[in-house]
């Protein structure tokens, strides 16, 4: 597949990124004895490569601003319409645990769209990348989503919330709802790689709310590019903004919406 210069910059940032975390997650496994260890060690392997990633993309377009999760503070850009927007490490319980399901998440906003889109899952070598009208692709092969209409026959992903996370009685009765229409239900630990399992149609429908910016940021532009619909929980397009977002085909996207938003029997 032929890459913009942009794209090209994006995929470099990230298999740079992605070499440090891979030596890092080596090294996790060995601290377990420790109580604070881990988590200490996480968070500077969070960091180390979130300024990889800034550095490499700064250079390359110094005028653009920059958003990062371990960042102390949004990079505004003097161009005024371009944005990175990052997450040097989705899946950081899953790292801390020696699970290889994570991955480091970029994407590119111009004017408050998301115009392109890198995953990279340094553990499996899997290297999702998408551009606005230039398709979504993994490895250079190109993604589409599941083609299933019905959820009786869909695998679906969500997040759950956790310790720190609100809103579980709200999660349970759309979990309620879902799991008595769909063929199974699933949950990875990582909303950028759920978002990349969608578009590759490995799964076929995906929802989750409180999620941040740089969680999803460059999911959205894959399902799209990978001929998917991805909307907040209004059916809108504020998934940014809300935190919240429902991905999947046309159909089985309508479904999801219908069936979360159904309200509790008696209620």
Same mark, same amino acid.
Request: aromatic fraction near 8%.
């Given at each position: 597949?032929?890459?913009?210069?942009?794209?090209?910059?994006?995929?470099?940032?990230?298999?740079?990124?992605?070499?440090?975390?891979?030596?890092? +997650?080596?090294?996790?496994?060995? $601290?377990?004895?420790? $109580?604070?260890?881990?988590? &200490?060690?996480?968070?500077?392997?969070? %960091?180390?490569?979130?300024?990889?990633?800034?550095?490499?993309?700064?250079?390359?377009?110094? /005028?653009?601003?920059?958003?990062?999760?371990?960042?102390?503070?949004?990079?505004?850009?003097? &161009?005024?319409?371009? %944005?990175?927007?990052?997450?040097?490490?989705?899946?950081?319980?899953? +790292?801390?645990?020696?699970?290889?399901?994570?991955?480091?998440?970029?994407?590119?906003?111009?004017?408050?769209?998301? *115009?392109?889109?890198?995953?990279?899952?340094?553990?499996?070598?899997?290297?999702?990348?998408?551009?606005?009208?230039?398709?979504?692709?993994?490895?250079?092969?190109?993604? %589409?989503?599941?083609?299933?209409?019905?959820?009786?026959? =869909?695998?679906?992903? =969500?997040?759950?919330?956790?310790?720190?996370?609100?809103?579980?009685?709200?999660?349970?009765?759309?979990?309620?709802?879902?799991?008595?229409?769909?063929?199974?239900?699933?949950?990875?630990?990582?909303?950028?790689?759920?978002?990349?399992?969608?578009?590759?149609?490995?799964?076929?429908?995906?929802?989750? /709310?409180?999620?941040?910016?740089?969680? !999803?940021?460059?999911? !959205?532009?894959?399902?799209?590019?990978?001929?998917?619909? *991805?909307?907040?929980?209004?059916?809108?397009?504020?998934?940014?903004?809300?935190?919240?977002?429902?991905?999947?085909?046309?159909? *089985?996207?309508?479904?999801?919406? &219908?069936?979360?938003?159904?309200?509790?029997?008696?209620?």
């Amino acid at each position: 597949m032929a890459r913009s210069a942009l794209l090209n910059v994006m995929v470099q940032a990230a298999f740079k990124a992605g070499k440090s975390l891979a030596r890092d +997650f080596g090294e996790v496994q060995n $601290l377990q004895v420790s $109580l604070k260890g881990p988590g &200490d060690y996480v968070s500077q392997a969070d %960091r180390k490569a979130e300024k990889i990633i800034s550095d490499e993309l700064l250079k390359a377009r110094p /005028t653009y601003g920059f958003l990062g999760e371990e960042s102390a503070k949004e990079i505004k850009g003097t &161009d005024g319409a371009h %944005r990175w927007i990052v997450d040097p490490l989705d899946g950081t319980t899953n +790292f801390l645990h020696g699970i290889p399901h994570f991955a480091v998440s970029i994407a590119l906003e111009r004017n408050d769209e998301i *115009v392109a889109g890198v995953i990279y899952n340094p553990a499996t070598d899997e290297l999702y990348t998408a551009e606005r009208g230039g398709g979504a692709f993994l490895n250079d092969r190109r993604l %589409r989503v599941a083609a299933r209409k019905e959820l009786t026959d =869909c695998v679906i992903t =969500c997040g759950i919330p956790h310790l720190g996370r609100g809103n579980h009685g709200k999660f349970l009765v759309e979990l309620r709802h879902v799991m008595g229409e769909v063929a199974g239900i699933r949950r990875t630990g990582s909303a950028a790689l759920d978002l990349a399992y969608v578009a590759a149609g490995r799964f076929d429908g995906y929802w989750e /709310t409180g999620v941040s910016a740089w969680d !999803i940021a460059a999911g !959205i532009v894959l399902i799209r590019e990978a001929g998917g619909w *991805v909307s907040d929980f209004a059916g809108g397009s504020n998934m940014l903004e809300t935190g919240s977002v429902i991905a999947a085909n046309e159909y *089985v996207h309508k479904a999801l919406l &219908d069936v979360t938003h159904r309200p509790v029997p008696g209620k």
